[in-house]
């Protein structure tokens, strides 16, 4: 962003209001980027935990796969998925509330034993797969919002506030350099008027 700006008062006192604004949103901008990379950490490394409990109950799974053949899925079904927004380091996340599942009756003489256990494992590979998306989107919306904020902070600190600095100063320079030239002029006037004034009095006296 190009700073615009004139040699005089007005536009000298707009550029310290814009700097100081900068100086002093500056450390907030600041906090806001550690707290949002730790967040990120974190989230990161809670996905990579999902990532591999997805990788076991897919494990487990499969060692059963021969008796999967049996189990009728059309039994169990994800009926709403509830969720709630959180804020962290001031981004809105959504949050896995609760999965709600519908299953339908079967009879535990006619089916295997281990049906019950399956409806179990299959609510728990369906909860893990689910609460991952959650958490993947969490980690994109964070990694978003901290990519945006690192951004603003070095166009604060590298770019906008030098800019504004240098402005500045260049003003200063020009208005200070103004005013010694109006001084400097105001004595060769002042000087010219005594030395008319002197030969005047001179001439004045001559004729006398």
Same mark, same amino acid.
């Given at each position: ?59 487990? *799974? ?38 709600? *599942? ?41 990694? *978003? ?64």
């Amino acid at each position: 962003m190009a700073i615009t700006y004139q040699f005089n008062k007005t536009s000298l006192q707009t550029l310290e209001k814009d700097l100081k604004m900068r100086q002093r949103t500056l450390p907030t901008l600041q906090s806001k980027e550690t707290a949002l990379r730790l967040e990120v950490k974190k989230a990161k490394k809670e996905l990579e935990d999902l990532n591999q409990e997805v990788e076991r109950r897919i494990k487990d *799974y499969d060692q059963m796969i021969a008796l999967w053949g049996e189990f009728d899925t059309s039994l169990i079904h994800v009926d709403d998925v509830r969720m709630s927004i959180k804020k962290i380091a001031g981004v809105r996340v959504p949050v896995l509330d609760e999965v709600i *599942y519908s299953t339908k009756e079967f009879s535990l003489f006619s089916s295997p034993k281990w049906f019950a256990d399956g409806f179990e494992q299959l609510k728990a590979i369906a909860d893990v797969g689910i609460r991952q998306e959650f958490i993947h989107r969490k980690v994109e919306l964070l990694e *978003y919002a901290r990519k945006k904020t690192t951004q603003k902070v070095n166009l604060f600190e590298k770019v906008q506030i030098p800019g504004y600095q240098d402005a500045i100063r260049k003003i200063k320079r020009f208005m200070e350099d103004e005013e010694n030239l109006s001084k400097s002029s105001q004595k060769i006037v002042k000087s010219k008027r005594e030395a008319e004034a002197r030969a005047a009095e001179e001439q004045k006296g001559g004729n006398a």
